[in-house]
């Protein structure tokens, strides 16, 4: 098979792993504080710092955690106690209309929207090499054979303005996560934002709400009310108890103890990261990092650099994956978006040194 289409055909051996999320959307968004009785309280100076972070992000002061988790997958340990400084982060996902405003600002075309270069793939057909991405679809049947991974298909015209594909659009879904991303992409919306993607300590360190240890978002128990998931047997069937088949609007779940929506299923999110299995060896460091693009790698496709994806998204169900924890990582090609990647981004406030500094935190 051409060289392109294989690669297409390997990214799905990695895609089965690629699910996530949690659960039944609540009537009403319950506060934080409400959620999360022990949750710690802001201090005064990250209290101060919230008000320098820029709209729709939320101050989160730095800390020391344990990153990883030795109680699931190999890819996800060694635990390392870690030390972040403070950032500002987005209270929610990247939204379709806020990455339509970029796009009518900068006249910018996805990854996802440019043909294959005929110079780069000259043995591909016109035809093979048109813009498209990889959207989930369920079988037809519940009754049908479900070979692995039959459930991504390579769709031509599929972007995101098209998230299902050409005759899709984005009518009524504003308000919905952005997806098939690229990190090329994520990062050019970044640039014009001012912002930039989260390594995986920081995002980790967020979605953690200051709950040191603990499984998910919330705590310890498993409670599919609070975050988008499958409901039913994956991927045969989705009951779709919370009204949401697939992708749920931002901020249609309950937030963690910090103000932020969706750390948990939804989509999942791009890190600043490169890819190794494991994390060990960061230990004691403060904001560490992933590995170098050359250092980076996948055992499950070598030769492959890729980035870190975090929080799981609305494809997990308990009967196929539980990568719906902070501690939850993933590899995927960074030229690669789906129906099911999206991000948010970080931002470091002006330095005000009248606010002074709390322990492992920046201002």
């Known amino acids: 098979m051409i060289k392109t289409l294989i690669k297409r055909q390997k990214l799905l051996l990695f895609l089965s792993l690629l699910c996530g999320g949690l659960g039944l959307a609540l009537l009403f968004h319950l506060q934080p504080r409400l959620l999360f009785p022990n949750a710690s309280s802001p201090t005064m100076s990250s209290t101060a710092l919230a008000g320098r972070c820029p709209d729709q992000m939320v101050w989160v002061a730095g800390g020391d955690f344990a990153m990883g988790s030795d109680d699931f997958y190999p890819e996800e340990k060694a635990v390392d106690d870690v030390r972040v400084t403070g950032f500002c982060i987005d209270t929610h996902e990247v939204t379709n209309a806020q990455f339509a405003k970029f796009v009518a600002d900068t006249n910018y075309r996805t990854v996802a929207e440019r043909p294959l270069s ?20 369920m079988p037809e049947s519940p ?13 031509p015209g599929a972007n995101w303005q098209h998230p299902q594909g050409p005759a899709s659009d984005l009518t009524g879904r504003e308000q919905y996560p952005v997806v098939h991303i690229a990190v090329e992409d994520a990062q050019a919306y970044a640039q014009w934002a001012n912002k930039q993607l989260p390594t995986e300590s920081q995002w980790e360190y967020a979605a953690r709400g200051g709950l040191q240890g603990a499984s998910f978002t919330w705590g310890n128990e498993y409670k599919p009310t609070l975050a988008n998931s499958w409901q039913g047997l994956f991927p045969l069937f989705n009951t779709a108890e919370d009204g949401h088949v697939g992708l749920a609007p931002v901020e249609s779940y309950p937030p963690n103890s910090y103000g932020l929506y969706d750390m948990a299923g939804n989509v999942w999110e791009w ?18 990092t992933g590995p170098l693009a050359k250092d980076s790698y996948d055992n499950r496709e070598p030769g492959v650099a890729k980035h870190v994806i975090k929080g799981g998204s609305y494809l997990c169900a308990p009967n196929y994956c539980s990568r719906f924890r902070p501690g939850a990582r993933e590899a995927q090609s960074p030229d690669t978006g789906t129906s099911h990647i999206g991000f948010r981004l970080v931002q470091q406030p002006e330095a005000d040194p009248s606010l002074g500094l709390l322990p492992g935190s920046s201002g």
């Open 143 to 155: 009754n049908q054979p479900v070979p692995e991974l039959s459930w991504w298909h390579w769709t």
């Open 271 to 288: 890190t600043l990261d490169w890819y190794q299995p494991g994390h060990g060896g960061k230990a004691h460091q403060t904001n560490p």
């Open 118 to 137: 005929a110079e780069e793939y000259p043995q591909l057909s016109a035809a093979q090499r048109q813009p498209g991405s990889l959207v989930f679809q």
